[in-house]
């Protein structure tokens, strides 16, 4: 059961475009990587979309990651020179991957992705693995 999150909270995480990603594999070893998202229901989704990769979906080290150690971590944050300008949210959050056609919840990911990110409506990214985030714990920080 993801936690409650507050209604600034919210504000601040459809206002923006990336977060950051972080997993580890079953040893600790850690890996991040910039992630879009879409947030529905007080849960994250992100898919493996069709930008250029090396490997398969399969063999991406967040798949293998989340598979072997479903606790991760998501960054989102405002930079700027300005430190009091300064802002992120750190959410704790379990991880699941979905497969097409598993689930009912793999389509309603894919169109609030697509709803969210126009360069989506183009790829074919309803034949691709959905990472599902569900919030754990949520650090929100402010310099204002």
Not at 71 to 78: E, G, K, P, R, S
Not at 112 to 125: F, N, V
């Amino acid at each position: 059961m993801p936690v409650e999150i507050e209604f600034l909270i919210r504000r601040f995480i459809e206002s923006h475009r990336v977060a950051h990603l972080a997993t580890a594999n079953a040893e600790g070893r850690p890996s991040v990587i910039p992630i879009c998202y879409a947030f529905t229901d007080a849960v994250f989704y992100s898919v493996i979309d069709e930008k250029p990769k090396t490997l398969s979906s399969s063999q991406l080290q967040r798949i293998q990651n989340i598979r072997s150690n479903p606790h991760v971590a998501l960054v989102i944050d405002d930079y700027s020179e300005d430190w009091e300008a300064l802002a992120y949210l750190h959410v704790r959050c379990l991880a699941e991957i979905l497969e097409p056609g598993t689930t009912k919840e793999h389509p309603a990911a894919i169109a609030a992705l697509r709803a969210r990110y126009p360069q989506y409506s183009s790829m074919h990214i309803d034949a691709r693995p959905v990472i599902k985030l569900v919030p754990q714990r949520v650090r929100f920080w402010s310099a204002r």
